[in-house]
């Protein structure tokens, strides 16, 4: 499931306990504060699944973020490697 489906399910779910919650994964702090709010009386059984999907988004966002880290060191050490042993021709030596 993405993140992108996994926090409108969240959504859908909050919003059938009176919960409306703008669209965009910006909004997940919000999510997590309405669940953990005893007083909105959310089922154990909601709190519980809500939870576990907010630790979905967690760990698809760390995922998304170290892929990203990896994929901007592999693109600097190609940038490196072609600067360093590709000769571009100036206009001045003609």
């Not at 992108?4 to 703008?22: C, N």
């Not at 042993?85 to 100036?90: N, V, W």
Request: hydrophobic share 40%; with cysteine; charged share 25%.
């Amino acid at each position: 499931m993405s993140v992108l489906f996994i926090s409108e399910r969240l959504r859908a779910v909050l919003y059938e306990y009176g919960q409306v919650i703008p669209q965009g994964i910006g909004h997940i702090k919000r999510i997590d504060a309405i669940i953990e709010n005893t007083e909105i009386g959310l089922p154990e059984i909601v709190q519980e699944e809500c939870s576990d999907l907010l630790a979905q988004i967690g760990e698809k966002t760390a995922r998304i973020e170290e892929n990203a880290r990896k994929l901007a060191v592999n693109s600097l050490n190609i940038s490196k490697a072609m600067g360093s042993s590709i000769d571009i021709p100036c206009a001045a030596n003609k």
